[in-house]
């Protein structure tokens, strides 16, 4: 069974998301995907906010989403895009996909809310070819010792409230680790205000299957 059922979250997110989009999330989903061709992997796909932004040189998107309410707008979304999009149950940890079969893996604010990150990260590896890319857009744990804390803090409910999302994951460093090279990333604040925000910190980067 890959259903994983979070359903104020998944009638919370999309609005919160949109709100994030303006704010520049689309932004940053678009550069996510710059230059991204052949056949791509998409890991948590919600509801599908990235499927806009894939390019004409992509030639397939398999797009997994364990969510069904998410899942279903997922569906939607993939039949208003241009770029073929197939959306299907399946969880990160656990990919019913053959080895080396996809160009491109995408991880758009997701490692934050799977279980197991190190083994998502294993299998995403496994089924990219070799020289394929992982492309990701995450948040991660801060650099000071003060951010650290406040994470750490946040992170006894954030779960709770967000889908299982925690804020305070070394997923920039577990990428590193996991078989890839990283080829380039930026980190930043995201979303820009002075409230204080667990899940400010992000990176966005594209990394190479070794
Ligand atoms: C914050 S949302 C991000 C959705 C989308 N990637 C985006 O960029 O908007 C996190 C997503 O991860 C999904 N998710 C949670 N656990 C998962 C798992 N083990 N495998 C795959 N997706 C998972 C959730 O259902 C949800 O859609």
Not at 98 to 125: H, I
Not at 134 to 146: I, K, M, P, Q, S
Request: aromatic share 8%.
């Amino acid at each position: 069974m890959t259903d994983l059922r979070h359903p104020i979250f998944a009638r919370l997110y999309p609005r919160l998301d949109a709100a994030s989009a303006k704010a520049g999330g689309d932004a940053y989903r678009a550069e996510l995907l710059d230059g991204t061709s052949g056949r791509v992997l998409e890991v948590g796909a919600g509801y599908g906010a990235n499927f806009p932004h894939y390019p004409a040189t992509v030639t397939e998107v398999v797009a997994l989403e364990p969510e069904p309410r998410l899942r279903a707008m997922a569906t939607h979304a993939a039949g208003r895009v241009s770029v073929p999009v197939s959306v299907r149950p399946g969880l990160a940890e656990s990919l019913d996909l053959d080895d080396a079969s996809f160009d491109v893996a995408v991880a758009s604010l997701v490692l934050c809310s799977v279980s197991d990150p190190v083994r998502a990260l294993s299998e995403m590896r496994r089924v990219l070819r070799p020289g394929g890319e992982l492309r990701y857009y995450e948040h991660v744990r801060g650099r000071t010792a003060r951010k650290i804390r406040f994470q750490r803090c946040a992170d006894l409910a954030w779960p709770l409230i967000a889908g299982g999302c925690h804020v305070s994951r070394r997923t920039d460093e577990w990428i590193a680790g996991s078989g890839f090279t990283v080829r380039a990333e930026r980190r930043f604040e995201f979303p820009p205000g002075r409230l204080p925000n667990p899940a400010s910190p992000h990176v966005i980067g594209v990394a190479v299957r070794d």
